[in-house]
Structures are given as C-alpha cells and as structure tokens.
C-alpha cells in the first residue's frame, strides 16, 4: 500500500570556504541553565559557536537545527525534566519551582558551540554529559526470547498500533531482516524513509527500532555477527540521503541509530532484555512516550530481535 510521504527536504548546503561567520550574539539578558548533554552530540557542542534556528517545539522539547554547515543532520533536542529522552538531547536542568524555558518560536534564532547553547531566552551551558549507547554483557537466546515475549505482550496491551500499522512496507522491511536478504532489506528501509505524517514520520522510526536491536541485541548474542552485518549496511543505506528524504529530526536520529545510540526510553528498554532493570515496566514507559514515535520504536525493537533471533540460529 502507499503511504502518505512528506515533501523532501531542501538540499543542505555548505558554507563556502573563506566567508567569515556572522558576527556571535550577545548573552547579556539571557537565563543561565545547566544542561546535561548527550555524547551523540559532543562535536557540536565542543565546536565553535555556530548558527542554527528552531524547527519546531512540542510541550517539553524545543528542536533546534545546526545541520546548515554539516555534513549530515544535527539537530539538538533542548528536553524539560520527564519528556522523552532522545538520543540527540539536551536535558535542561531546571529549577523545581522557577519558570521553565521561554517559548520557542520556529524560524528564531539559535546558537550552539563552545558548551553553550543560546536558544529560547537561555543560555545553556553543558556541565555533564550522559551516554546514548546502552552498555550490557552477553545475552543469552533464551534472555533474548524472554525479553521479546514480553515486549510483544505490553505492545498487544497498549492497543497503540504504529503509525503505518497496515501497510506492506513494514512487513517486508522485517522479513527481509529476518530471512537476511541484505538487497531486499535496502529496498525496504529506502521506501519506509519519511514516510508518514510529523515531525519525526513513522517510517523513520520503526527503521531507528530495528536498527538499534539488530546492532545492540544483536551484537551481544552468540551468532549475532550477522545481524550487526546488516545494521552495518542497512544503516548505510537509510542514512546516505535521509535528509534530502525526510524531516531534519528524522534524518539525525537515523544517524543516531546507526551507531547504536539510542533514547533513554529505549536503552531502557534494552537494559531489560539483558535483565538489568524490569523489563515490563521500561516497555509501557517507551510505548507512552512522544506519543506515536513510542509504538513505531517499540514496533522496530520486536522486527529488529526477532531478525537477530533468527540471523543467530543460523
């Protein structure tokens, strides 16, 4: 079936050696916030200042694009005390009782270098950061079956199908991974890119999914070579022109998940499987959240273990 697709995205491009960058803007009035950052964006924010601009706000999570100078999308998800956790996000940590972040205005100016970001009436500065890439021994097939059956049972419960729940795209994308058909999983992943409405479409993260647990489930079970194989080159593919495909936000967390970094809620997840934490628990809090994006994820985890199950059997 054919979905609904957005609009590609206009071409990045690079500032032009030798042009001086605009003048850095000024701090004076600006509320100071400490915010804990993740590594997936230590390069940007260890950079000099540079300019960006704010794509979008939802309530707890303001995004903002650096992605102009770039060689692939970088978009900083300024994130309020128990939004979702993405991969790419700044946790701001803010006062109990003071006032939360000022009001994001799409198209308003932002800037991001030097452990500073200024955006949204703040200047953030970067005083600790937190890793995006779950860290757990060696997993079992049996752990890995448990942990499956149990995500499969709160995703059935939670009556929150993912956003393209239905079309045949999905399907074929997971059989491919299953049956290890590298050409056909290519094909697959290219046409799920961007498709769906929003900001970061369903396509997109239903791909993040499966490729965060064929490279860390994957990669952690006897046998999982070639499910890590296959992140390796379907991660490749999807990312080569996601962001002439696709929103800028979905094209970063595809990145994102290509080297194995995941949402907080997801590596929650994960940490379950390996028995780390209760696994039922971290489930129901991904399906929760960023409302949609959590059943598209949850669904990519399921197609993503179940295809590793079946690479390592082999």
């Keep these: 079936m054919a979905g609904s697709r957005i609009p590609p995205a206009s071409p990045r491009v690079p500032a032009a050696p030798g042009i ?133 049972r709160v995703y059935a419960a939670a009556g929150s199908p993912a956003g393209l729940d239905g079309h045949d795209e999905p399907a074929a994308l997971a059989a491919y991974c299953a049956a290890g058909d590298l050409a056909g999983a290519v094909e697959a992943g290219e046409n799920l890119i961007g498709l769906g409405p929003g900001l970061a479409p369903s396509g997109d993260s239903m791909i993040s999914g499966l490729l965060l647990a064929l490279r860390l489930l994957g990669g952690a079970t006897e046998g999982g070579t070639r499910a890590v194989w296959l992140a390796d080159w379907l991660g490749a593919a999807v990312t080569y022109r996601a962001d002439q495909r696709t929103t800028a936000l979905a094209a970063a967390l595809l990145h994102c998940a290509a080297r194995g970094q995941a949402a907080e809620e997801v590596s929650a997840v994960l940490r379950g499987f390996a028995g780390q934490q209760p696994a039922e628990p971290a489930a129901r809090r991904l399906l929760a959240a960023g409302r949609a994006a959590g059943a598209d994820l949850t669904w990519g985890l399921m197609a993503g273990c179940r295809a590793a199950l079946a690479l390592s059997a082999r």
């Design 20 to 152: 001086a960058p605009p003048a850095l803007p000024p701090r004076s009035g600006q509320r100071v916030v400490p915010g804990v950052a993740s590594l997936a964006l230590h390069h940007l924010l260890r950079a000099p200042l540079q300019p960006g601009r704010v794509i979008a706000a939802v309530p707890g999570v303001s995004y903002l694009d650096f992605g102009q100078q770039a060689s692939e999308p970088q978009v900083i998800a300024l994130t309020t005390p128990g939004a979702i956790c993405l991969p790419n996000a700044v946790v701001l940590k803010l006062p109990a009782a003071g006032p939360g972040p000022g009001p994001a205005v799409q198209g308003e100016e932002a800037w991001a270098g030097n452990d500073h970001i200024l955006a949204c009436g703040m200047d953030v500065q970067i005083r600790r950061w937190w890793d995006p890439c779950p860290v757990f021994g060696p997993l079992s097939r049996a752990r890995l079956e448990h942990g499956l059956a149990t995500l499969t």
